[in-house]
Structure formats: structure tokens, C-alpha cells
């Protein structure tokens, strides 16, 4: 892939709103589906030294979000707590 193709995969990916026009609603499972491309991509490809390199290249914005979407993602996996 050329430096242009790159550019042009992230910017698309960072604009997306949704795949049916400007007019059609923010498409969050559209997004999410590229979301969970590029983590099955992750998963197939690193290697466990990849994760420092990942997280060096993070904003602090992109590392919050991302902290922030892991506790949210556990806290549904936590068994509830019965009524006491």
C-alpha cells in the first residue's frame, strides 16, 4: 500500500459518519465493524512487544477513550450482584 492509499484509509476511517450519504445518521455499528477489523488484524498480526509501540503512538484522548470503552466492556462481563 502506497503512503497516498494510507492516508486515504485513515482519513476515511477517521471522517466516517456512515456508508449511505451525508444525509443518513451517524452509522456506529458501520464503524464499529471497522473498529473490529482492525482489532481481528491486531489479534492475527502482533507481536507482544506491538503493544508498547501501540500505545506509544496513542493521544491521551485516543488512550482514554480506549481505557474507557475496556471498563465498559468488563463491567458487562461482571456477574450481577443479587439483591440483598
Same mark, same amino acid.
Given at each position: ?16 459518519? *456512515?456508508? =449511505? !450519504?451525508?444525509? $443518513? /445518521?451517524? #452509522?456506529?455499528? !458501520? @464503524? !464499529?465493524?471497522?473498529?473490529? $477489523? %482492525?482489532?481481528? *488484524?491486531?489479534? %492475527?498480526? =502482533? @507481536?507482544?512487544? #506491538?503493544?508498547?509501540?501501540? $500505545? !506509544?503512538?496513542m ?7 480506549l @481505557?474507557? &470503552? %475496556?471498563? =465498559? &466492556?468488563?463491567? &458487562?462481563?461482571?456477574?450481577?450482584? /443479587?439483591?440483598?
Open positions: 500500500m502506497s503512503t497516498n492509499q494510507h492516508e486515504a484509509v485513515l482519513s476515511y476511517i477517521r471522517e466516517f459518519r *456512515n456508508a =449511505h !450519504g451525508d444525509d $443518513a /445518521p451517524y #452509522d456506529l455499528i !458501520g @464503524v !464499529g465493524h471497522l473498529f473490529l $477489523a %482492525a482489532l481481528d *488484524n491486531l489479534r %492475527a498480526n =502482533h @507481536v507482544e512487544q #506491538d503493544f508498547d509501540d501501540l $500505545a !506509544g503512538a493521544t491521551p484522548s485516543q488512550r482514554e477513550y @481505557v474507557a &470503552l %475496556a471498563a =465498559h &466492556l468488563r463491567a &458487562l462481563d461482571k456477574p450481577e450482584e /443479587p439483591d440483598r
